[in-house]
């Protein structure tokens, strides 16, 4: 049984941790939206309000675990391609039946969500007063049943996975394709190289001016172009920074970014992304509610954990920038300044 596997059975419990700490806030969250009520100073209200800073506990501990659920899939992936028969890295497992992509981008988008929602219980929790309890509310009520999914998902794929199948490894999906179409000299690799890089120095722009006077548009402003830097800063990472760092024009996976030989840059790239954007976006997020609170200290209140945001934001897009661009630096150095896609 699958499940037997070491590194299956640890991102299986790691998953079914996650989905207990949500639901077990979600529980919380329903009863804030029946019962609470910040004008009564009950015996009731007082055992709520407390379960409340409990349940932002639980949101918490669960946002971890669903990060690291997603870091488990990827690693789990990665290790049973050394017992899968043509897998040479996670590609060629997730690629070995039909959930396994479904399962990543899953977990991946539930990850990054609960990381906002994790960002935004931080705000309240610098807050005087619970002004934000009922949006937290929603907000948690929303996530479980996402993570709920996400462990179904990556679930049957684990547990469906035939682990004597031949799959299908990277150098032959991925290589062979972008080898032969020719599209790794033009087309959506050069968009790539410029969109990508020019999304995250304007990210990183916005995210600095902001920070100097944090108003509640201009953060908003900063965190959307952060949440809009991720998609071609994903593909400036496959199609650009990973043939650069091996040397191989039509080698586009990003998985093989993760491993020893490629001294683990995928791992200062993807979780700089991820960070940046749990950063921002939680930025945006405090601005947008921000006006929902009544505290008298509110704003400053919102300035301070606006411009930490922002700014840890603005570092994780510059681990980005340069953690891509040293490759394709030291190909032109030890090259003498040949092109690697001409």
């Known amino acids: 049984m699958n499940i037997l596997e070491p590194w299956i059975f640890l ?18 969250s ?22 409340v800073e409990l349940a932002s506990t639980f949101v918490r501990v669960a946002t971890v675990t669903q990060v690291a659920s997603l870091a488990l899939t990827v690693l789990a992936a990665d290790r049973l391609s050394h017992g899968v028969r043509g897998a040479m890295c996670a590609y060629g497992v997730f690629h070995a039946n039909d ?17 906002v929602l994790a960002q935004v219980y931080a705000f309240d929790a610098r807050l005087p007063r619970l002004d934000l309890v009922r949006a937290l509310s929603v907000l948690t009520l929303a996530v479980a049943p996402l993570a709920i999914a996400d462990f179904l998902v990556t679930s049957r794929f684990f547990l469906d996975l035939d682990l ?26 050069e968009l790539a190289s410029i969109v990508g890089p020019i999304a995250i120095a304007l990210s990183i722009a916005l ?6 006077r944090p108003r509640p ?7 959307a172009v ?42 200062l790239l993807f979780g700089g ?38 700014r840890r934001g603005a570092f994780a897009w510059a681990v980005v920038l340069a953690a891509g661009v040293a490759p394709i630096v030291r190909y032109a150095i030890v090259s003498g300044g040949a092109s690697l896609f001409r």
């Open 30 to 51: 329903a009863k804030v939206l029946r019962h609470f009520d910040l004008a009564r100073a009950s015996e009731g209200q007082l055992a709520l309000e407390r379960r």
């Open 164 to 189: 004597n199948v031949v799959a299908s490894c990277c150098s032959v999906e991925l290589d062979a394709t972008e080898a032969g179409a020719a599209r790794y000299a033009t087309g959506p690799r």
């Open 217 to 223: 548009p201009m953060v908003a402003l900063a965190g």
């Open 273 to 310: 992304i991820f960070l940046a954007v749990v950063w921002g976006a939680g930025a945006a997020a405090s601005a947008l509610l921000s006006r929902r609170a009544r505290s008298p200290d509110v704003f400053a209140v919102f300035e301070a954990f606006a411009r930490d945001r922002l």
């Open 99 to 115: 959930m396994g992509f479904p399962a990543l981008w899953t977990g991946g988008g539930v990850a990054l969500i609960a990381g």
């Open 207 to 212: 995210a600095l001016f902001a920070a100097r």
């Open 226 to 267: 952060s949440i809009a830097a991720l998609p071609p800063a994903l593909a400036a990472t496959v199609l650009e920074v990973a043939p650069y760092t091996f040397e191989l024009p039509q080698h586009v996976c990003p998985f093989c970014l993760l491993r020893g030989d490629a001294f683990g840059i995928g791992y």
């Open 11 to 28: 991102r299986m419990v790691a998953g079914l941790v996650g989905v207990i700490f949500f639901v077990r806030a979600a529980t919380t």
